[in-house]
C-alpha cells in the first residue's frame, strides 16, 4: 500500500520513544524511522514493516562543524556504535 504523505493532514514529532510508542500503540498514527524496537518493549500490537527493497539496510551518520575535532564522548559514542555493529 502506498500512501501519499503530501496528503496527510497533520504530523507531529516526538523526541523520544516512549511517546512515540505509546502515541503508535493508540492511535492510527504510523511512524518512519529505523525499526529498533526493543524485545519487550512495545506491545504485540506494533508492528514493523521494512521498506520493499531495503529490509537490511541502514545508514547512520552525525552531524559536525567542520574542522572541529570529536568530543571524547562522541569518540566513545561512535566506538560503542561500532563494537555494537561488528557483533
Known amino acids: 500500500m502506498l500512501v501519499d504523505l503530501s496528503a496527510l493532514k497533520?504530523?507531529?514529532?516526538?523526541?523520544?520513544?516512549?511517546?512515540?510508542?505509546?502515541?503508535?500503540?493508540?492511535?492510527?498514527?504510523?511512524?518512519?524511522?529505523?525499526?529498533?524496537?526493543?524485545?519487550?518493549?512495545?506491545?504485540?500490537?506494533?508492528?514493523?514493516?521494512?521498506?520493499?527493497?531495503?529490509?537490511?539496510?541502514?545508514?547512520l551518520g552525525w552531524i559536525q562543524r567542520k574542522g572541529t575535532p570529536l568530543s571524547d564522548e562522541m569518540s566513545m559514542l561512535l566506538g560503542m556504535i561500532r563494537d555494537e555493529l561488528n557483533h
Open 10 to 59: 497533520k504530523r507531529f514529532y516526538v523526541i523520544d520513544r516512549g511517546t512515540m510508542i505509546n502515541t503508535l500503540t493508540h492511535t492510527d498514527a504510523f511512524s518512519i524511522g529505523t525499526g529498533i524496537l526493543s524485545e519487550g518493549f512495545a506491545g504485540p500490537e506494533l508492528t514493523i514493516r521494512p521498506i520493499q527493497g531495503h529490509a537490511n539496510e541502514i545508514h
